[in-house]
Structure formats: C-alpha cells, structure tokens
C-alpha cells in the first residue's frame, strides 16, 4: 500500500500561483509514477501532468502547458505541482495519484493509478 497526501491548496486570484505538495509513504518503491488530477463539480476527473519517478520525465496536459510545472523529490518521497498564472477555470479539487505501471500511454487515464490523495481545493477568483 502507498498512502499519498496532498497540501497546499487554497484561494488565489487570477493570475496568482500555488505550489501543491504530495507526500507519499508506504510501499514507495513500487510506484513508478505519480500523477496530478483534478475534478471541478459536474464533471469528470481529468489529468493535469505526471512524472515518472526514476528519471523524472514530466507529461502535461494542453491546458497546463507553461503554466504548471510537476516536479519530484526523491529523499522525501514529495512530488510538487507548481501552478502559475492560474486562470478561473483551474478551480478543482486536485489530487495527486500513483501508478505502478512503466508506460506512458497510462499516465493520462485516472483509472490505471492504483492509489489518490484525498484532495486538496483549489480556488481561482477573477
């Protein structure tokens, strides 16, 4: 088991930013990425961007591209989700999940992560 959780949500303006924290623990080493999703009220869960563990390589969705920006710490076992500029439409719960599966093509699909966070809020005002 891996247990995930996340901080770092809150209210922000428009144009402001936010950094997400993701502590993870347990069974650590059999994760082989960590992703970021959000779920805004009515719809459905969507990937925001993920990170493979070893080598870091970073996945983003067209809509986060140059504003957000995922990264990891190893020692801490922590992923971080940077969020720049953010805009109205950013507002969601976002959690932060992990996956023990080693390809790419899983990465975006929420229903391929085998354990979530339990959310943090998100709030943009305009």
């Known amino acids: 088991q891996v247990q995930l959780v996340e901080s770092g949500g809150g209210l922000v303006q428009a144009g402001g930013s936010l950094r997400l924290s993701c502590a993870a623990s347990?069974?650590?080493?059999?994760?082989?990425?960590m992703g970021w999703f959000r779920q805004a009220p009515g719809k459905e869960r969507e990937f925001v961007a993920a990170?493979?563990?070893?080598?870091?390589?970073?996945y983003y969705a067209d809509s986060v591209k140059g504003r957000f920006t995922i990264s990891r710490d190893n020692a801490k076992n922590t992923v971080y989700l940077q969020m720049n500029s953010l805009k109205p439409e950013d507002t969601a719960v976002y959690y932060c999940?992990?996956?023990?599966?080693?390809?790419?093509?899983?990465?975006?699909?929420?229903?391929?992560?085998?354990?979530w966070g339990q959310g943090t809020q998100v709030t943009v005002s305009s």
């Open positions: 999940a992990a996956t023990t599966r080693s390809s790419p093509y899983y990465y975006t699909r929420p229903d391929t992560y085998d354990y």
């Open positions: 347990g069974r650590t080493y059999s994760k082989h990425a």
């Open positions: 990170i493979t563990w070893s080598l870091g390589t970073t």
